[in-house]
């Protein structure tokens, strides 16, 4: 009797320790694919002067793909990539207009029409040495968030 | 049936301890994962190749000022400047030499270097130690030897046709062997040559025709040939018992190595015997040419006997040919002119030189470099240094007169030197000459007095004269200008060099006057300045301590030039100009930089204008 | 809940654990994976000694090459200007990429190496002989093929070591008269080691000639079972006591098992403490001086010094000849199962010899050539 619990419980040890190397090894995987190994193009984008994006209207920076709105506290960048499939809106009126499948967005990137499923994102400005502005695609900010000049 | 054997115990150790020892070490490997920073910054610049991770650790924010801000991070790298292994994010990999990477940082000679790899100009702010060496390059004629981009075959070595008639084959002989104790100040290097190859050099070039010189001169007047050299102000290129300047050469020796009827036939017509010389074209009459023929014999001789002579030696004429094979094989050729020899270059293209790996290169056993510019630096103080076993000795002669630093400079400048190493767009070129010499009868004067051997034009010349042409046409009055040129006056005291007397015609003169009064305006000077009151001037040039650098009547200092004379000399606007946008006007000048209040400055300029 | 977790399992594993040897025999007849194995085996071909588990191993490394093969293929990058930086890629930002690239390269030498000694067991105990001469030709192309997988390898991180030991192997190929340059430009897609090269080398590594070996392998595999199992020694004794037959449940298949965990930890130990070495990128304009070949090639490459053709072509050919050959000449049948029976002491005394020469060729081109390929006294 004893040898066969003896053999079952060497069974389940050997059993445990190959589960845990399993695991491991899974774990090790998924770290193993998520190496932060990038060569496509850069989140941040160099803006220039903050001269270039005087108050009244958005004003759209081509390469970074965003609008710069000013106002009396300041300087915030609004993507404008359509929250539905990618897209890239362009203005219209007040607001923005989405060609792909017709989503409309106010003035601040709410969204008023389509099947866009959430307003449009405010993305992170920021100054950088010489006081250029620098816009950072991939860091997500919430829409009260200015950058603040002067 | 029979009993079955159990599995052996050693099987269960075996298994079960490999699972569980892996299993652990796979535990080790995940815990040292989750240690190490998960943000890495990267920076691509495709077209440099470069892939900088530095920013992992570093942060830009921090390098010193102001490096940045004319080289972006964003459109440079970091590797670019500093070396290193951008693509590494341990300290030890990204920093130092390793099996797999072979150039740790740069040292301070090595980022210098890299500046060179763009910017292609002689002098580059910032890199004084580049600037330096590409000025060593071209003073020392490596490019002679050497094809090496943006330096053209050398021009200032003397044009050899007609030695015979000039100095003895001795002093050949002794010239080969050595040149330093014959001409301190000399670029030529010392060529390590057996005798037999200097005999065969030297019947080489004792068998080229010259010009035909003028009948040998009447004897001259010693004492006035001393006041020639005085009043000619020779020594303003040339150096005399280690006086003088170094454009020329030196001339202690001179009335002992230069046979008589050769130099005053050269001093007659310079250009006729020599076309290429950087000496200005004097025309002196054969009175004045004996006189200094005989002064020089007299004063410019050795003091000691000297193994060679101003008597011509015996010359072996069969070995003429194999001088000229010696004399393009061991590089003569690349600097000199001789008769019809081809200017060639005898030794290896360095076009490519920044681009060699140390590893790859001999080293002088002692002490081996491992950065490209020191190896360069000890190659060029000891060439001999770096025989390779089975390869012929080396060809490159001893450079005197090259300290280490000097050699490291001129390592810095050649280590820049790469191939298709940039891409076009990352390239600064050398300034484009903001100015030059017309062509027509202004052109022909100009080269035939030299000026650009002493003074600056456009970004080209020399920088013998303190003062350069640009914009002088708007600074002096040019009736001055006419008279000065015929006959050059002392204006700055502190200069060491003094415009020589070249024995310009008033036609002459007036027609280079012409040409800079016209051509070489500053657009900058506003005209038609209205002048002030000379009284307030002469109060306020006292008040603002003006005498400092100027003299006027004997007061002042002389550390710039003196206003005697101003009156007849300098153009109103320009001093209006000059005092009130300060020193600026002048580019390269002393001048304070601030300038004065409108009204002062006309004041004063009015005073001036009344010296 | 638990009954419905049960059924999945019972679906799977139809068998259920194997508690005794009834069941241990349904489970090897009926697991996919184990049906491989014959279902009892003799006690003799359990010995260690029989065959020092060689073939197995190869085995395993073979998958765990695989496996770490297919790892590093989410990085690499098979283009000259992109090769060696992913390699670096690997080695600094890829989370665990220097032991995943470290297991790689220390199990592709194992492999090479147990290759070899695995042929030179089969060849002492006779296991080439009827019936099992094609299995033994099948393992002759096996052996090929793994060092065609390792020289294709070999190139991929267009390192100095990388491009150039490739342009000397290719060199050699092109020597041969007449195939020869048609057949290198074949492998190099172009004249020189260049971007077709390394997508043809990537393309062989990766796909063709590890599908051929395993293709090869589950052959070979097979072969073993149809040609009679292990070859033991006809003349050693039955077991005084025990079965004649033992299970292989769970008498070889832990003996397995214990082979692959051993084998697992000690590549991962030596991968954790000895990293695979790189060398600078590839510069066509610098030859490293001297340029070598891989340990397994630079016997060749030593022959081939003292004649490109002779040495470095006849030779191995030659060798490769014979050993296809061997068994369909070789038909004396005595003295299977023993490493050195009087039988065959001839056969292993000429096969050890041509052993000890390569080996000696191996050691001369790694460690007493220099410069020029010059002698040089180790270190030098």
Known sequence: MAEVDRRSFLRHLGVGAGVLLFGESAWATLRFAHAPVSYGPPSRHPLGSPDNFPAGAPTYADEAGVFVLRDERGLRALSATCTHLGCTVRKEGDGFFCPCHGSRYDSAGRVLAGPAPRSLRFVRLVLDRRGHLVVDVDAEVDADTHLKLG | MTAEPTLPRWLHVVVLGSLFLTAALVGVLLVHDAARPTQVEQRIVTELGVVDRCETCHDAADHPAPWLDDHAVERFGCTTCHGGQGLALTKAAAHEAGPDWEHPLYDASEREAACGACHEATTVVGAPGLSHGRALLAERGCAGCHSIPGFALPETAPQLDGLRDKVSAGWVHAWLTDPAPLNPGHKMPRFALTDAERDALVAFLFSLDGPALDPAPAAGDSDRGRLAVAQRRCTTCHRVDERGGDVGSDLTLAGAKLQPAWFSSFLVDTHRLRPATRMPGFKLSPEEAADIVAYAGEQWVPDADVPWSAQPDSVDPTLAATGRALFIDRGCAGCHRAGDVPRTRAAMALDDLGRRHVADLPQAGAAPTHDLPSWIATKVLVPAAFDVPGVAAAKMPAFTGLSADDALDLGIALAALRKDGVPGGWKVHAPALTASVPAGEVGALVDRFRCLVCHQLGGQGGAVAGVGLDGEGSRVRREWLVAFLQQPVTIRMDQSARMPVMGITEAEATKLAEWIGSSLADPAIPEGAVLGDPVAGATAYAARGCATCHVVHGEGTMKGPTLDGSGSRLDPDYVVALLAKGGTVVPGGRHPEGGLPEAEARDIAAWIASL | ?380
């Open chain 3, 1 to 380: 809940m638990r009954e419905f977790l049960r059924r999945i399992r019972d679906s799977v594993f139809r068998t259920g654990w194997p508690e005794d040897e009834r069941r241990a025999l349904m489970a090897m007849r009926s697991s996919f994976l184990l049906h491989i194995h014959a279902a009892k085996v003799r006690p003799a071909s359990l010995r260690a000694t029989a065959t020092w588990g060689l073939g197995l191993l190869s085995l395993f490394l073979f998958g765990s090459l695989v496996i770490t093969g297919v790892y590093l293929m989410f990085y690499y990058v098979p283009h000259p200007d992109a090769a060696w930086r992913s390699m670096k890629d690997l080695a600094f930002v890829v989370p665990f990429g220097v032991v995943t690239r470290n297991l790689h390269r220390w199990g592709a030498h194992a492999m090479v190496a147990l290759v070899l000694l695995h042929m030179g067991r089969v060849f002492l105990t006779g296991g080439y002989k009827a019936p099992r001469e094609a299995n033994w030709v099948a393992g002759v192309l096996l052996a090929i093929l793994t060092l065609g997988l390792s020289f294709t390898g070999y190139l991929l991180p267009w390192d100095q070591l990388a491009y150039w030991a490739v342009t000397v192997g290719s060199k050699m190929v092109a020597s041969v008269p007449g195939i020869g340059p048609a057949t290198a430009l074949l492998l190099l897609g172009d004249h020189t080691v260049g971007e077709a090269a390394l997508l043809r080398f990537y393309v062989l590594h990766c796909v063709v000639l590890p599908l051929a070996v395993a293709g090869l392998v589950a052959l070979h595999l097979y072969r073993v079972r149809k040609d009679g199992g292990l070859v033991t020694s006809e003349h050693a004794p039955a077991p005084a006591e025990g079965p004649r037959l033992l299970p292989a449940w769970p008498h070889l298949i832990y003996r397995e098992l214990a082979l692959l965990a051993g084998l697992v930890m000690a590549l991962l130990v030596l991968s954790m403490v000895l990293d695979a070495p790189l060398e600078p990128q590839a510069d066509p304009t610098r030859t490293p001086n001297p340029a070598k070949a891989p340990w397994y090639f630079l016997g060749i490459q030593e022959l081939a010094h003292y004649s490109a053709f002779w040495g470095g072509v006849f030779v191995p050919a030659a060798t490769i000849g014979v050993l296809i050959l061997l068994p369909y000449v070789d038909r004396h049948d005595q003295g299977l199962g023993r490493y050195w029976p009087k039988e065959r002491r001839t056969a292993n005394t000429v096969f050890l010899l041509i052993a000890a020469f390569f080996v000696t060729e191996t050691v001369i081109g790694t460690f007493f050539r220099g410069p020029a390929w010059a002698l040089m006294w180790w270190p030098g």
